[in-house]
């Protein structure tokens, strides 16, 4: 029978791989752009909206910005707080679109990012599709809680557009 000290650090290694994967991503991460206040509280971080902007990692020249909310207080200060589902997302096109990696195809709706927005249950993700007919990349922002999903949601279309010249690729040469 296991003592009650290995039961708790078993809890906390569970705890802690549980975290761990929750804020793995399908790259490195975003990159914080700035930080605003939206309300003043006095002995703990304020509540912020944080704009974050994130390349997409197999689609070269191409990148999402995305506004989330930032819980302060004693629960953000220790980062337990569930972070609100209200997110916006603009992508755009800034330089000539191509693979990174040559043959490289994606699914409908694959994964670009994925964010932890509470200690266990919710995670923010960024979804890639194309829409073959228009030749547009197209973003969609939601999160969803492991127990009930969240209708919050934002979407922001990339129309591939011709480079120095060059005639633009087919997104749908990179549809699996």
């Not at 004693?74 to 755009?92: D, I, P, R, W």
């Amino acid at each position: 029978m296991k003592s009650s000290v290995e039961t708790i650090s078993l809890c906390t290694i569970a705890l802690g791989a549980a975290l761990a994967a929750g804020s793995v991503s399908a790259q490195e991460g975003p990159d914080l752009i700035f930080r605003k206040s939206t309300d003043f509280k006095l002995l703990t971080p304020n509540d912020k909206l944080a704009t974050y902007v994130v390349d997409d990692p197999i689609i070269e020249n191409v990148a999402c910005a995305y506004t989330a909310h930032e819980k302060g207080g004693v629960a953000g200060m220790f980062g337990v707080a569930e972070q609100t589902s209200e997110v916006s997302l603009a992508c755009n096109q800034y330089g000539p679109v191509k693979l990174r990696k040559e043959n490289e195809k994606f699914s409908q709706g694959d994964l670009v990012i994925s964010e932890r927005r509470s200690l266990l249950w919710k995670q923010m993700h960024i979804v890639r599709g194309c829409d073959a007919k228009r030749n547009m990349l197209i973003y969609m922002i939601y999160s969803d809680k492991l127990i009930e999903g969240s209708p919050e949601n934002s979407t922001s279309a990339v129309p591939i557009q011709p480079w120095g010249g060059a005639t633009p690729p087919q997104c749908k040469d990179w549809v699996k």
